[in-house]
Every structure is written in C-alpha cells, then in structure tokens.
C-alpha cells in the first residue's frame, strides 16, 4: 500500500484524536464518583434498614405502652369500684374483708403495672431519640449520595462535550485520507488499539518495541510513499525527521 508521506504523517493527528477518545471511554467506567456513588447507595441501604429497625422497635413499644396503660384503667376502674361498693354499706362483714383484700392485691398490682410502665416510656424516649439520630444519618447518606450524583453527572456532560466534538474532528479528518488507508488504519486501532504511531530512535510508538536491525533496514530502505507495518504489533510506522532512520 502507499500513500503520500503527508498523508501518512497526518495519520499522527488522527491516532491522537482516537487516543484521546479511547480515553474519554476509559475515564467514563473508571469515574471515581462511580464508586462513590455504589458506596454512599450502600451506605444509605444501611441506614435505612436501621431507621426502619428503630421506628419498628418504637411502634412495638408504643403498643406495650398503650396495653400497658389499658391494664391500668381496667385496675383503677375495678379499684373505684370495689371502693364505691364497700362505701354503700350494702354489703356484709365478709364480703367487706373480701373486698378489702382485693383492694390491696389492686394496689399492690397497679403499682407494679406503673413501674413497668416507667421502665416502657424510659425505653420509648431511648427509642425515640434513636430513631431521630437514624432520620439525621440517613438524611446524611442521601445528601452524600446526591453530590457524588451530581459530581458523576457533571462529569460525564463534560465528557460527552469533549467525545461530541473530537467525534466531529474525527468525521471531518477522515475525510483526508485515502479509503484503503483508513480501513487498513482503523482495522489496526480496532485489532490493536492503535492505528498508527510515530517511529522515533528506532522504536515504535504503539507497542514501544525497538526495532532490530533487519526492521530497521526494512522501514529506512522502504520509499517514502510505502506504508510501513511495525512487525511486533502491526501498526502503521509513520517516518519523521524524528525517527533517527
């Protein structure tokens, strides 16, 4: 194959403009905000799951509360009235002292139905305060989870500007070279990565092997319009002033 040696030279420009797109595709899946944003989604998974353990946790104690304080008004009710009972003077010596003695199993069962209830409002309000600082974390989480979001999407905009003009750059350089140049050129940078690279002291510029003396005296001794292959990786060997041959 042969080209003009100006037209193999500006294969340089076009194996930097894919370079630079290869590298706008590698920098989209390795974005740092890409983890960030897979952390802070656990994260918030996390403290979700712990919001939704502690509101559990105080609404089983807000129904212990609320039996509690049933069991109470039910021994009050029965308290008032076994002492409205025995203040109608209607009943007899032993119904009097059984009614007594009921009273004091009442009491005796109503006070310990209240410190029970203390010991459940105690943990209710330990609960409750729990449950507030895991709202504040989770709202932490999600916050955090919204800047790397947004951090991620500012980042990307800011690739896809660069891919949508170098892509631009790329139609309009392509169209400066020879159809079997460029198939030959991008069948390489597809196979390969790189298309073409610059031959400098003797060394390739795609797979940096330096070539032997018999590559050497092949590519020097090749005319000036001749497209040379590096033998190593296959690609194009474009010959400057630089290329020490």
């Known amino acids: 194959m042969k080209a003009d040696p100006a037209v193999q030279r500006r294969l340089l420009d076009l194996a930097g403009v894919d370079a630079e797109l290869s590298r706008v595709t590698h920098r989209r899946r390795t974005l740092p905000e890409i983890a960030e944003i897979a952390e802070a989604e656990q994260l918030s998974r996390t403290k979700q ?74 943990r209710r309000e330990a609960v409750e305060a729990d449950v507030s600082f895991a709202r504040v974390e989770l709202d932490k989480a999600g916050e955090t989870l919204a800047a790397a979001t947004s951090r991620r999407d500012e980042a990307l905009a800011d690739l896809e500007a660069v891919e949508t003009r170098r892509t631009a750059d790329r139609a309009v350089m392509a169209k400066g070279f020879p159809d079997d140049l460029l198939k030959a050129y991008d069948r390489q940078r597809e196979q390969r990565g790189i298309g073409a690279a610059l031959i400098q002291s003797r060394r390739c510029g795609a797979c940096r092997i330096e070539l032997d003396r018999s590559a050497v005296a092949k590519v020097r001794d090749a005319a000036a319009d001749e497209v040379v ?17």
């Open 49 to 122: 799951d712990a919001l939704v353990a502690v509101e559990t946790t105080l609404g089983d104690l807000d129904r212990d509360v609320k039996r509690q304080e049933t069991e109470i008004d039910q021994v009050r009710a029965r308290e008032e009235r076994d002492r409205k009972l025995m203040q109608s003077g209607s009943v007899g010596a032993k119904q009097l002292t059984d009614l007594e003695h009921e009273l004091a199993t009442l009491q005796r069962r109503q006070g310990i139905l209240e410190d029970d209830l203390l010991e459940l409002m105690e």
């Open 229 to 245: 292959r590096c033998e190593e990786c296959g690609a194009i060997l474009v010959r400057t002033t630089e290329s020490g041959l």
